[in-house]
């Protein structure tokens, strides 16, 4: 079902690799059995004593729907959810789900949507009807008298011994765990192997278990010195034309983040990409550009507290999830309006509530917080809430209208180039839906630019603009490294003419932003400490990535990607791949403290 549903994915894919992937899977498709038959087997050793039988089988017609049911749904929602996120079932889904169920369904189009809880509903009821004949087979109710109730509690003791072994993935030090699946250098084979019903309850008994998740260094001295191993700076001499100031005169300019959805460098052609993003690329040209920069993570969700906080984003959970958590992360906006004197606002076309996103920016300060519960009824038309150029006219409205002095600080996250990628936009460039999502975002964002610079609030305003998260285009992109690597551009008339046009290839992450923009607005920093001035030329500078099955490090020598379910090198040297290493564990180190 799962290689069906993903068949573009898989396009070179022949008999002996669906072999591979079914013997590679298999013990694990057997613990996942396990599990689900330790109840079966608790009930009958327990009708071995108890006479009648009938609440017994009650019993066991609940569980076997309920677990039917169960799994059928999991395995519908990894084949499903695979060709958007790229890894296998994990308490994420469930988590987005329970915080807006709206939101969670937004990238699912309504047949799918449909056609997919029929046909979960007729696999459970199937399944669940099945699994009754299954359960008559045993007849161990007929062994009434003493000695032979003595003999079958013997037999299913001995049968619940070998269900536990298959349990733990046999009798080895390790226990069973998705790397076990894993056999092929192609990260898409693994994910076929993997049962995602095992994934799934994994992810829900380790998602907050921190400190014990990547566990690599024994004692906190080689720790350390691993990490400030990764700090020293380059031996080179300090690059002065990769540092930018703000124009003389200007003190507290009004600042605005800018967060585009799924937005990647293979949009621009100043970055080599294709002619998609032209608004974005001549905003490219005339401000600075970053052509080296990268992004953290792969959800929205992981993606904001990177570029808002300075936190970068972790394989394995959000920090977001947990609100106690979040709560104790810096952040700019809180930053700027303590330290500086700003009023923060933060514009989302969509619900706020998401992935625990209010509690978020409440905490982090935001005094103003729009989303789609802000905007009338009719203009919440897209799956997702407020199409881009609702939400930008409401930003231009509030913004023009402002007669306050006061510095602003303003966040705006963009929605329209998200799954399904329906836009109000009718292209005269592009048929393909998902170039004209982002066609249509780019335009409605440079439209917004081109309004603020035809007035004297120009001059006075200095725009970061960033995407979200991993780029959503072109569809598909295999390697880590393109599929992070995305543009970064400050611009507005705050920043020193000179350097207009400016590109600078200093080796960035969107968890840098803070760190760097703080200290352009001159503003201390020093509570960030996972983040770093991309201006400051004193430290190393590099790239911490990350996604469910790896974890990177792009420094200007070297790249280095480790697998986060095996011991494994993926791509660079074995002796870089301790700093890799260092990262994570610092990283889930911090997260437990926090």
Known sequence: MFLAANAELYPDLNLNGIFNILFNGYRMDQSMAAYLTAVPALLLMASVWCSPRSWIDKCMTVWRYISAFITVLAVALDSVLYSYWQFKLDTTPIFYFLSSPSAAMASVSTWVAVVGTAGVVALGLGAGYILGFLWKIPALSRFYDNRRRLTASAIMLLVFGVLFIAIRGGVTVSTMNPSSAYFSTNPRMNHAAVNPMFSLMYSAMHSSDFSKQFRYFDNDSDLSAAINALNEPDEIPTDTTQIIKLREGVDKPDVYIIILESFSSHLMPSLGGDSVAMRYDSIAREGVLFDNFYANSFRTDRAIPSILSGYPAQPSTSVMKFVDKAEQLPSISRSLVENAGYRSCYYYGGDINFVNQKAYLV????????????????????????????????????????????????????????????????????????????????????????????????????????????????????????????????????????????????????????????????????????????????????????????????????????????????????????????????????????
Not at 510 to 536: C, P
Request: hydrophobic share 40%; with cysteine.
């Open 363 to 594: 905490s982090s300060k935001f005094e103003t917080i729009i989303s789609d519960g802000d905007f009338p009824i009719n203009e919440r038309l897209s799956k997702w809430g407020v199409h881009d150029d609702k939400l930008w006219q409401r930003v231009w409205a509030d913004v023009s209208c402002d007669k306050d002095t006061q510095p602003k600080f303003t966040v705006i996250q963009t929605s329209s180039s998200h799954e399904p990628f329906e836009v109000p936009f009718k292209s005269h460039r592009f048929d393909n839906p998902r170039a004209v999502s982002f066609e249509y975002a780019d335009s409605c964002m440079g439209a917004f630019v081109d309004s603020l610079k035809a007035t004297p609030l120009w001059d006075k305003s200095l725009l970061v603009i960033v995407p979200d998260h991993w780029g959503a285009f072109p569809k598909g992109l295999t390697d880590p490294v393109e599929r992070h690597k995305v543009p970064l551009v400050i611009t507005g008339g705050a920043i020193d003419s000179a350097y207009a046009g400016h590109r600078i290839s200093t080796v960035g992450v969107q968890s840098d932003i803070a760190a760097t923009l703080l200290g352009l607005l001159g503003v201390d920093a020093s509570e960030f400490t996972l983040s770093k001035n991309m201006f400051d030329n004193r430290g190393a500078h590099y790239a911490f990535f990350c996604e469910p099955d790896f974890a990177a490090v792009i420094s200007p020598a070297d790249t280095t990607i480790i697998s986060t379910r095996e011991d494994r090198v993926i791509d660079g040297d074995e002796d870089k791949a301790r700093y890799v290493k260092a990262l994570l564990q610092n990283l889930y180190n911090n997260l437990d403290e926090l």
